[in-house]
């Protein structure tokens, strides 16, 4: 079992940064990849990136590189997902997932991945 707790959500003008974080307290860890996910109401969860807990293997959807940034710590057990030039598109819930079974980085999911966050809300005011 993995849990998977994000934080770091808010509302921010345009234009401005935010920093989500993604904490685990599963006391088996592994280097599986953690995905950053978003939703928007009556949508399905859209890729944004993906990492490897080493943070040598990082992939994100091409429409978001250049602005956001993840990152993983494995000592604090936590993946951040760094969002800078924010657009009220960018407006949505963020889910982080994990994929246990290892399908890979490169993999948009949703489905490969099995263990999922409660989700944080990102509004970017125009």
């Not at 956001?68 to 494995?74: H, R, Y």
């Not at 030039?85 to 994990?98: H, N, R």
């Amino acid at each position: 079992q993995v849990q998977l707790v994000e934080s770091g959500g808010g509302l921010v003008q345009a234009g401005g940064s935010l920093r989500l974080s993604c904490a685990t307290s599963s006391r088996s860890f592994s280097d599986y990849p953690v995905g950053w996910f978003r939703q928007t109401p009556g949508q399905g969860r859209e890729f944004v990136s993906a990492i490897n807990w080493n943070g040598n293997n990082i992939y994100y959807a091409d429409s978001l590189k250049g602005r956001f940034t993840v990152s993983s710590d494995n000592a604090k057990k936590t993946v951040y997902l760094q969002m800078n030039s924010l657009k009220p598109e960018d407006t949505a819930v963020y889910y982080c997932a994990a994929d246990l079974r290892g399908y890979g980085c490169h993999v948009e999911g949703p489905y490969e991945y099995d263990y999922w966050g409660q989700g944080t809300q990102v509004t970017v005011s125009s």
